[in-house]
């Protein structure tokens, strides 16, 4: 069931996530919140002319800060999540960040690590790396967390213990460069990591594991971690796959790889995984139907789709919000743009009521998704690769003039419009100055019931003996030659489309008939 905003058409110009059914709708994870920060500034403003190509990037961001104040409930996915945002802050985190950090710190150690063994490795080292962002690392609620995770050792899959290594590192722990050694101990001969350490021979290269470990080594102060994280990004250039994604098309490791590539200068690589995002993100809501926060990322495009008119699914934070977090930081790095808005093209003159209008925008982002609206009517659409939507959608029937709009982000962010001008059938007045007329005179029609600086034409005897354009009161006044012979003679009047027309008769007489 769509709002109350029909959606007449979907129009997906390339290939997106499939319009398959859902079911469930948007929960929350907790019945508190934490306190709101209205208009939380961003701190990823983007150079002077990038601005057109960061906006979804800024979009998630936002998504990702609002998200904070629904998970209280969630300890664990509060922690990822505030991790994402506190990094996408670089250092300068907002309200909501530091809100989040504030209400963790006394239940991290019950809830967020309170695994035994190598399982508490990972909530571990993503603990460290928040605490080492925004707090004391060696007193996070009470716990020191570069001690507790010296003392488990190199344990865990290969994503976990590349981001201990990280953590470690960004903590300035004395521990971090054998951490950082045993990951590139781990390495294999291609350059890629597998998900368990030791495992070179019989298993298969993983993106995720690659990722994390380029994360770790690439600033590393050792030549060996640096040689080690050049092969994995060049490895991870290698594994793109065609359409700027990875794995298949899921979102958490295509955005990972491009973080990695982007954050060590690979842009051309990073700039084709920050535009495949956009195929997973929610740039619209209300005037197309959809229900789906702005700004969100699915987890993949499949998801993505089965969403737009259900809404989001029961237990969507554990999935959509990490997601989100890891493509915000994906989408850093989009190609860059000319810098310029979108432009909409709507079609010029009058236009036939109930006919089919073709729209084009132009300077949108590569494969944005849009909605265009024509009254009430929302149609959504995806910008190509070079930021062009072409709708062809059919105009309202009645007249007069009906405003489109191009909107991305809820209205918030693009916004075009444009009117256009429609004209419905209608019987057009014709009157003649002389009802009986001598043959080889001159008549005088007038039209009436036009539209202002409507195109008209008089046909008699099966041509058109007069063009003129309607005064802004509607009415057309044009002569022509009656020719010889006698009888009853129709004029007809078309206006600019055929089911615009009228008609009058007159008579001709020779003088002595009068």
Same mark, same amino acid.
């Given at each position: 069931m769509?709002t109350?905003?029909?959606?007449l058409?979907?129009?997906m110009?390339?290939a997106?996530?499939?319009?398959?059914?859902?079911?469930?709708t948007?929960t929350a994870?907790?019945?508190?919140?934490?306190?709101?920060?209205d208009?939380?500034a961003l701190r990823?403003t983007?150079?002077?002319?990038?601005r057109n190509?960061?906006?979804?990037?800024?979009?998630?961001?936002?998504?990702v800060?609002g998200?904070?104040s629904?998970?209280t409930?969630?300890?664990?996915?509060?922690g990822q999540l505030t991790?994402?945002?506190?990094?996408?802050?670089?250092?300068?985190?907002?309200g909501?960040?530091?809100?989040?950090?504030?209400?963790l710190?006394?239940?991290a150690?019950?809830?967020?690590?309170a695994?035994?063994?190598v399982?508490?490795a990972r909530p571990?080292?993503?603990?460290?790396?928040?605490?080492?962002?925004?707090?004391?690392?060696?007193?996070?609620?009470?716990?020191?967390?570069?001690?507790?995770?010296e003392?488990?050792?190199a344990?865990?899959?290969t994503?976990t213990?590349?981001l201990?290594?990280?953590a470690?590192?960004?903590?300035g722990s004395?521990?971090a460069a054998?951490?950082?050694?045993d990951?590139v101990?781990?390495?294999?001969?291609?350059?890629?990591?597998?998900?368990?350490?030791?495992?070179?021979d019989g298993a298969?290269?993983?993106v995720?594991?690659?990722?994390?470990?380029?994360?770790a080594?690439?600033?590393a102060?050792?030549?060996?971690s640096?040689?080690a994280?050049g092969?994995?990004l060049?490895?991870?250039?290698s594994a793109?796959g065609?359409?700027?994604s990875?794995d298949?098309?899921l979102v958490?490791?295509?955005a990972l790889a491009?973080?990695?590539?982007?954050?060590?200068?690979? $842009?051309?690589?990073?700039?084709?995984v920050?535009?495949?995002?956009?195929?997973?993100?929610a $740039?619209?809501?209300?005037?197309?139907?959809?229900?789906?926060?702005v700004g969100?990322?699915?987890?993949?495009?499949a998801?993505?789709?089965r969403?737009?008119?259900p809404?989001?699914?029961?237990?969507y934070?554990?999935?959509w919000?990490p997601?989100?977090?890891?493509?915000?930081h994906?989408?850093?790095?989009?190609?860059?743009?000319?810098?310029s808005?979108?432009?909409?093209?709507?079609?010029?003159?009058?236009?036939r009521g109930?006919?089919?209008?073709r729209?084009v925008?132009?300077?949108v982002?590569a494969?944005?998704?849009v909605c265009?609206?024509l009254?009430?009517?929302?149609?959504?659409?995806r910008?190509?690769?070079?930021g062009?939507?072409v709708?062809?959608?059919?105009?309202?029937?009645?007249?007069g003039?009906?405003?489109?709009?191009?909107?991305?982000?809820d209205?918030?962010v693009?916004?075009?419009?444009?009117?256009?001008?429609?004209l419905?059938?209608r019987r057009?007045?014709?009157s003649?100055?002389?009802p009986v007329i001598?043959?080889?005179g001159?008549?005088v029609?007038v039209?009436?019931?036009?539209a202002?600086?409507?195109r008209?034409?008089?046909?008699y005897?099966?041509?058109?003996v007069?063009r003129?354009?309607?005064t802004?009161?509607?009415v057309?006044?044009?002569?022509?030659?009656v020719?010889?012979?006698?009888?009853?003679?129709?004029?007809?009047?078309?206006?600019?489309?055929?089911?615009r027309?009228? $008609?009058a008769?007159?008579t001709?007489?020779p003088a002595s008939?009068r």
């Amino acid at each position: 069931m769509l709002t109350t905003r029909s959606v007449l058409r979907r129009s997906m110009l390339l290939a997106s996530a499939s319009l398959l059914a859902g079911t469930g709708t948007p929960t929350a994870a907790s019945a508190a919140a934490l306190p709101g920060h209205d208009g939380e500034a961003l701190r990823t403003t983007p150079p002077p002319g990038w601005r057109n190509a960061y906006l979804p990037q800024e979009r998630a961001q936002s998504a990702v800060v609002g998200g904070l104040s629904q998970l209280t409930g969630d300890v664990p996915l509060l922690g990822q999540l505030t991790l994402g945002a506190a990094e996408l802050a670089f250092g300068h985190p907002g309200g909501r960040v530091r809100a989040a950090v504030a209400f963790l710190e006394p239940r991290a150690e019950r809830e967020w690590y309170a695994l035994d063994g190598v399982a508490r490795a990972r909530p571990l080292a993503q603990a460290l790396l928040l605490a080492a962002l925004l707090d004391d690392p060696r007193d996070f609620g009470g716990v020191d967390l570069v001690g507790r995770l010296e003392q488990l050792g190199a344990v865990g899959d290969t994503s976990t213990r590349a981001l201990a290594a990280r953590a470690l590192t960004t903590a300035g722990s004395d521990s971090a460069a054998e951490r950082r050694d045993d990951l590139v101990g781990q390495q294999c001969g291609g350059g890629w990591w597998t998900v368990q350490p030791g495992t070179c021979d019989g298993a298969a290269p993983d993106v995720t594991a690659t990722a994390q470990a380029v994360l770790a080594l690439r600033e590393a102060p050792e030549p060996a971690s640096v040689t080690a994280a050049g092969a994995g990004l060049d490895w991870l250039a290698s594994a793109q796959g065609a359409d700027g994604s990875f794995d298949d098309g899921l979102v958490l490791p295509t955005a990972l790889a491009g973080r990695a590539l982007g954050e060590a200068g690979r $842009s051309e690589p990073a700039g084709r995984v920050a535009v495949w995002l956009r195929l997973a993100q929610a $740039s619209h809501q209300r005037d197309c139907g959809a229900k789906i926060p702005v700004g969100l990322v699915a987890p993949s495009r499949a998801a993505y789709g089965r969403a737009i008119e259900p809404g989001l699914p029961a237990g969507y934070e554990r999935t959509w919000l990490p997601a989100t977090a890891a493509a915000s930081h994906a989408m850093r790095f989009p190609p860059r743009g000319d810098g310029s808005w979108p432009r909409l093209k709507a079609p010029a003159g009058y236009q036939r009521g109930g006919s089919v209008g073709r729209f084009v925008a132009a300077g949108v982002p590569a494969l944005m998704e849009v909605c265009l609206t024509l009254g009430d009517t929302g149609v959504l659409a995806r910008a190509d690769e070079q930021g062009r939507v072409v709708v062809r959608t059919r105009l309202p029937r009645a007249g007069g003039s009906v405003r489109v709009r191009l909107l991305a982000y809820d209205r918030k962010v693009v916004r075009r419009s444009e009117r256009v001008k429609l004209l419905q059938a209608r019987r057009l007045t014709v009157s003649l100055r002389a009802p009986v007329i001598r043959p080889g005179g001159r008549q005088v029609a007038v039209v009436r019931d036009l539209a202002p600086q409507e195109r008209v034409a008089l046909r008699y005897r099966g041509r058109i003996v007069a063009r003129g354009l309607a005064t802004e009161q509607g009415v057309l006044r044009a002569g022509f030659d009656v020719g010889r012979g006698t009888g009853r003679e129709p004029v007809v009047a078309v206006g600019r489309f055929a089911n615009r027309r009228g $008609s009058a008769v007159f008579t001709l007489a020779p003088a002595s008939g009068r």
